[in-house]
């Protein structure tokens, strides 16, 4: 995908992080310079059973006698996966002070097509540099699933301390990988 999005004039650098999750920056210089990115993340981890859930499944077998029976027949086809996966993409931005994430794209395949990350990844950087400043979280915030700023947490500082931290620390990375280019 670097390379097609490339001859679009955009960026695309990738590093694995420490959790082994892939972790890719997408923008033009001159989104990198007004403090926004587009983030791709890619992870992989190992499903965990949550303990009340498990204690619900018995309490619930024990009280239901007969329909037991019927509901393990059920499940045994039921197949828990070794890995679960999921991909995201992101924009986030500095504006004021402030720091936005703005979820655009989710989803739980262990492989998700690559054309339709290239083209949500294009789409976006087509939307945010046909924006202009003062209409541009009011455009992002139209075309997400989810919306969090760090105006959010304003009754608990230490939240939104990290969120510009996290924010600061990814537009940092992305300035660094352009540099070791």
């Given at each position: 995908m670097e390379k097609l999005l490339a001859k679009k004039g955009?960026?695309?650098?990738?590093?694995?992080?420490?959790?082994?999750?892939?972790?890719?920056y997408a923008f033009t210089n001159n989104m990198l310079k007004q403090g926004i990115i587009v983030v791709l993340?890619?992870?992989?981890?190992?499903?965990?059973?949550?303990?009340e859930e498990s204690e619900e499944w018995e309490e619930t077998a024990e009280t239901n006698g007969e329909e037991q029976d019927g509901w393990e027949e059920d499940t045994d086809d039921e197949v828990v996966p070794e890995q679960l996966f999921e991909t995201t993409v992101s924009v986030l931005l500095t504006k004021g002070g402030v720091s936005y994430e703005f979820g655009i794209y989710a989803d739980d395949r262990a492989v998700v097509p690559v054309i339709y990350l290239y083209r949500v990844i294009l789409d976006l950087i087509d939307i945010i540099s046909g924006s202009d400043a003062d209409s541009l979280?009011?455009?992002?915030?139209?075309?997400?699933?989810t919306v969090s700023s760090s105006d959010d947490f304003a009754d608990d500082p230490e939240t939104q301390r990290q969120m510009n931290i996290l924010t600061a620390e990814h537009l940092e990375k992305a300035a660094r990988l352009l540099a070791e280019k």
């Open positions: 955009i960026e695309f650098l990738s590093y694995t992080d420490e959790e082994g999750s892939q972790i890719s993340s890619e992870w992989e981890y190992e499903p965990e059973e949550d303990e979280l009011e455009i992002l915030e139209s075309v997400s699933t």
